[in-house]
């Protein structure tokens, strides 16, 4: 049976995406149901459903044999068929040795060079976007014992790279996005490359014809409000991404209930953190009660974060009872937006499919060979969908 391909497979994809948009791109941010929600009868059944049967279908999605409206398992059907598409690696690699980092760091390295050595072509140089602190980096230079460069914009992060001595890798501080790095026969590599740096990542590998890994992460970092398609397919079935579409990418997928959990604890404070802006005065879009407050401190309460965002608007602290009032609201209102935000989470993981196979389709289009897969399981990390690609080697030219 002949392979379906990256542009094809985004292609039957955008299909489904546009019938589902509106969910997508339908942000609950007040404890009131949204049009989408109404006018496919899901509010009662979502509004009803208990905190353990809310918590297994984040974790793991709506189960066939679950009683829930067709509306829902509709779009459960869609998200298990789309999944399909990324069989899992037969085995995890043993995790690397790299210094400082997690095992679920060294566990997602390890995989990675192995699927270098496996699946690609050997490089005359490999260069890594988005480097940070570097643990692939020198796994691949270690590994491959060929020129490695990784590029990293952040100038701390470089100096503790290069302070390593486990390879012969070489780092520059540089914004990779912003300018050619690559060359022919190159191997462009990005593990968890953010946003625009994996789409740069990719149009520079066309341009010098280099081959091409990338994990993708952090869909949401771009510098426009709505990503357009990468690919001449996506344009040909209209599709792109908008950043509340891309955001929703990123939350998807958790199978860890703590963490997940404490995803939840962080967003409950901004909500409470958000009321208690508006009722001091401040306009605020969906998202803007964060600013001025790092996102770790989100996961310490309302009484670390509102100080902050209070003295990053000039505005007085809030008082011990004002904080415990609105700490109550958000515990009462956040209980009904995460109830109904539940089809958008379910289609977070759809979103994130549509991007990388847009990014896929592009590569294809160009003349690579490109295979997709997911580089671990997702209780690693929910953010492993991958692209190998081999330049020159087919593809639709």
């Known amino acids: 049976m002949r392979e379906v391909s990256a542009c094809d497979r985004f292609a039957m994809l955008g299909r489904d995406y546009h019938s589902v948009e509106d969910i997508i791109d339908g942000r609950v941010v007040e404890p009131t149901p949204p049009a989408w929600c109404e006018g ?5 059944y979502l509004l009803g459903l208990s905190d353990d ?3 297994r279908m984040e974790m793991h999605g709506v189960q066939r044999d679950d009683a829930v409206p067709a509306a829902l398992a509709d779009i459960a059907r869609m998200v298990r068929r789309e999944l399909g598409g990324w069989p899992q690696l037969a085995a995890v690699a043993r995790p690397v040795e790299a210094p400082g980092a997690s095992v679920r760091k060294r566990t997602q390295v390890a995989a990675f060079v192995e699927q270098v050595v496996r699946g690609l072509p050997r490089a005359t140089r490999i260069v890594d976007f988005g480097a940070g602190l570097g643990h692939l980096t020198h796994a691949l230079q270690s590994t491959l014992r060929i ?4 590029l990293e914009h952040d100038g701390r992060r470089v100096v503790r790279a290069r302070e390593s001595v486990l390879s012969g890798a070489q780092f520059d501080v540089r914004d990779a996005s912003a300018e050619q790095s690559l060359e022919s026969g190159d191997l462009a590599v990005g593990l968890h490359a953010c946003g625009d740096l994996g789409d740069s990542l990719l149009r520079q590998a066309v341009r010098a014809s280099a081959h091409v890994m990338l994990v993708s992460c952090c869909l949401q970092k771009v510098r426009s409000r709505v990503r357009p398609a990468l690919s001449s397919t996506g344009r040909h079935v209209a599709l792109s991404f908008s950043h509340v579409a891309l955001s929703l990418s990123n939350l998807s997928n958790w199978r860890d209930p703590a963490k997940l959990l404490d995803i939840h604890r962080s967003r409950e404070t901004r909500q409470a953190l958000r009321q208690l802006l508006i009722h001091r005065g401040v306009a605020l879009q969906p998202g803007e009660e964060t600013h001025g407050v790092h996102r770790r401190k989100f996961k310490r309460g309302l009484p670390m974060a509102a100080p902050l965002a209070c ?14 009032h609105f700490e109550g609201l958000a515990r009462r209102e956040y209980a009904v937006l995460r109830r109904l935000s539940l089809p958008r989470i379910l289609l977070g993981r759809l979103v994130e499919c549509a991007v990388v196979l847009d990014r896929a389709a592009y590569l294809e289009e160009h003349g690579y060979r490109v295979r997709t897969h997911a580089l671990v399981p997702s209780d690693v990390t ?3 969908l991958t692209i190998v690609a081999a330049a020159g080697s087919g593809g639709r030219g």
């Open 147 to 150: 020129a490695t460069l990784g």
């Open 311 to 324: 003295r990053h608007r000039d505005l007085t602290a809030p008082s011990d009872e004002e904080v415990r």
């Open 40 to 44: 496919r009868g899901l509010t009662d």
């Open 382 to 384: 929910p953010r492993n």
């Open 53 to 55: 049967a809310l918590l």
